[in-house]
């Protein structure tokens, strides 16, 4: 019989061409699948990575606004304390000494106070974004205001002159939830930080966060 060479020669080539092929085959196969596994783990990392970083300027953001409402609540009560000693008692008297000792009190929240007024506005706007800064400003100035008020009302007090209308009237900022009084903007201003904070719109994720200005 006679034998085809072409088909010998076919018929040996083959099973090194199909072992070329697997191996060529595999080697891709691999590098696809450890391109797309490192993929996937770089993914993997990222979305770890910024879970920690929401996770931390939650706390940081919390930190802020716990420190700043415990500030606001000190210098409101203080406040309030010095007025109440200001005011007359059920004997129309007040008592000087004690005048002396809340507004000392009141002095101190006020040194706190100051000494981080800027520092507070920055915290705000870059934990919770420009409307809420914009909200402490003005809350600063209503915090003047009323301490302008109560101030009126202890120099009245110690020179022995009736502060009872004056008393009431600026006792209104600090009772209950009136609207608009000191004490309710204070309560208000609370509760939209805190709402941010649970709803995770703090840090970069606030709204409206504006960049310092350059020059």
């Known amino acids: 019989m006679v034998r085809d060479d072409e088909a010998v020669a076919e018929s040996a080539r083959s099973p090194v061409e199909n072992i070329i092929g697997i191996a060529v085959g595999f080697a891709l196969t691999t590098i696809a699948g450890g391109w797309w596994a490192a993929r996937l783990q770089e993914r993997s990392w990222a979305r770890q990575n910024e879970v920690v970083l929401r996770q931390a300027e939650q706390e940081r953001a919390g930190a802020a606004c716990q420190e700043l409402m415990s500030l606001l609540d000190r210098r409101l009560y ?80 110690r020179a022995s002159e009736d502060t009872t209308a004056t008393a009431d009237m600026v006792a209104r900022e600090f009772e209950g939830r009136e609207v608009g009084s000191l004490n309710d903007q204070v309560y208000q201003f609370g509760l939209v930080l805190m709402g941010q904070l649970r709803d995770g719109r703090v840090g970069r994720n606030a709204p409206d966060i504006s960049a310092p200005r350059s020059g």
């Open 78 to 157: 203080r406040m309030q304390r010095l007025l109440w000693a200001a005011s007359p008692g059920t004997g129309g008297a007040v008592d000087l000494d004690e005048i002396d000792r809340r507004r000392q009190e009141y002095v101190e929240v006020l040194f706190a106070w100051n000494d981080h007024l800027n520092t507070n506005l920055s915290l705000v706007g870059s934990h919770f974004g420009d409307d809420a800064r914009a909200e402490l400003d003005r809350l600063y100035e209503d915090f003047k205001r009323v301490g302008r008020g109560v101030e009126t009302v202890v120099r009245a007090a």
